[in-house]
């Protein structure tokens, strides 16, 4: 899932920070044919990194030489900046490991560069999200995470990241999805928290009675389209099916013929009839304040929007909901977000697990990351400082069992070539371009891309 523009406060910054820190992501490539080439690629990097022999290079740290690692960083723009909160933190403990960055935005073009080092050979480090692993793991192109590190963080970090026994990402934070909702609008008009669509269509025609737009969304991000599709795919089909995606790759199932599927893709159009006018040209920055200027009551959305509420009014106060299935049983949606991964060629080992000291061993800098981009932390004995209105909430569903990890959906049906192609497709329908039935046929055309 894709997260996409920040406040218009931070944007200033963060482009310096940007400048500063990473180094331009270039050519994408054609996504068609690195795809095609990638098995073969895969299989030479592969075979490539059992003959590496990385002695020299870790004596090399140890003596103190200069070490330069080369990062590609998939960024979700609350991350756009923190590469230079770890450089100086590296450079304090480590002064002789330098980071040479590139940073691209995730949704867009992290899958296009892994696609064009898989041919030409992998950065010493790369930083996506959890599902990454399963993907670029059964290519045999990662190196596996030392226990040291992997053991500085939850027992939950681990889960989705590890195959046979070993860890092949280490996660970092995390994010929480779900319906954000502005806390004095629910209480001025009496709103209970939905369970049901029931109880969300009350609050929907009573928003529309009385003047409130109910849901902000910016619908010109098709990636924020891909977004809370799967949000809804979790709850009404993969809650209820975890292997759907496995079926559907057997034939079993399909989009067109899934009441289920069918009804998550219409939650888009139940958004779509009851927020903006304007949705298809509002970014998220213009969406964000109005929701926090009251104009909107509700916004399905993650932890990403958490950076422009607080940067618009630091006393704006929202809670979060889980979006209600059809069976009034939804959970709270729970994101593993910045997941460090190396390659399993590099000649630089020993000054990569310096780097993951830095990152697992660094509380100052942890905080100061998860402060930064308001997220939760996936470290041990690492809390966040900021001040977060909805933590109430998340910690009550946690408490209760009701959080499920999308992992499990995105692993299944990637990002890559499948969400965000479907995505387009809902966004073409919704707009009137094409039918609701082209939209599933057009999904289901994609089976090949989905895993």
């Given amino acids: 899932m894709k997260k996409k523009t920040v406040s218009i406060l931070l944007a200033a910054s963060m482009l310096a920070a940007m400048l500063a820190g990473c180094g331009g992501s270039g050519d994408s490539g054609k996504k068609d044919a690195a795809a095609g080439n990638q098995e073969n690629a895969a299989d030479d990097v592969a075979d490539d990194a059992d003959d590496t022999d990385t002695e020299d290079s870790a004596d090399a740290a140890d003596d103190g030489e200069e070490v330069t690692l080369t990062v590609l960083a998939g960024q979700s723009t609350t991350d756009a900046g923190i590469e230079d909160m770890i450089d100086e933190a590296l450079a304090e403990k480590y002064p002789n490991i330098t980071l040479e960055w590139e940073c691209v935005d995730w949704g867009n073009d ?22 990454d692993v399963a993907t670029y793991q059964a290519l045999g192109v990662l190196g596996e995470i030392d226990g040291a590190y992997v053991d500085r963080g939850l027992d939950a970090a681990k889960e989705n990241v590890t195959v046979d026994g070993k860890t092949y990402g280490l996660v970092y934070n995390a994010l929480y999805q779900g319906v954000y909702y502005n806390r004095a609008l629910f209480e001025e008009n009496n709103w209970d928290i939905p369970k049901t669509q029931e109880d969300l269509q009350k609050i929907i025609d009573d928003c529309n009675a009385k003047g409130i737009t109910p849901f902000a969304s910016h619908m010109v991000d098709t990636w924020s389209i891909g977004n809370v599709t799967m949000q809804f795919m979790m709850n009404d089909v993969f809650n209820k099916t975890p292997d759907w995606g496995d079926k559907f790759r057997n034939g079993e199932v399909s989009f067109a013929d899934s009441e289920e599927m069918k009804t998550a893709y219409n939650y888009n159009k139940l958004i779509c009839d009851n ?54 049983d939804s959970k709270l949606i729970f994101e593993p977000n910045i997941t460090v991964m190396t390659s399993a060629e590099t000649e630089h080992q020993d000054a990569i697990n310096k780097v993951l000291d830095v990152l697992t061993g660094d509380q100052e800098l942890a905080v100061e990351i998860y402060d930064y981009t308001k997220t939760a932390s996936m470290l041990k004995d690492v809390t966040p400082t900021f001040d977060n209105p909805s933590q109430t909430d998340i910690d009550a569903y946690a408490a209760d069992g009701n959080i499920v990890d999308v992992t499990l959906g995105n692993n299944q049906l990637v990002w890559g070539g499948f969400q965000e192609e479907n995505a387009k497709d809902v966004a073409a329908w919704l707009q009137g371009q094409e039918s609701f039935e082209d939209a599933l046929a057009a999904s289901d055309g994609r089976v090949d891309a989905s895993n």
């Fill in 110 to 131: 992290f899958q296009p560069k892994m696609q064009q080092y898989l041919q030409s050979g992998l950065p010493d480090i790369m930083i996506g999200k959890a599902q």
């Fill in 275 to 328: 927020t903006f006018p304007e949705t298809f040209s509002t970014e998220q920055t213009d969406c964000d304040a109005k929701m926090v200027a009251g104009e909107a009551a509700m916004k399905v959305s993650g932890s990403w929007s958490i950076q422009n509420f607080l940067d618009i009014d630091e006393s704006f106060d929202f809670g979060i909901f889980p979006f209600p299935n059809q069976t009034g």
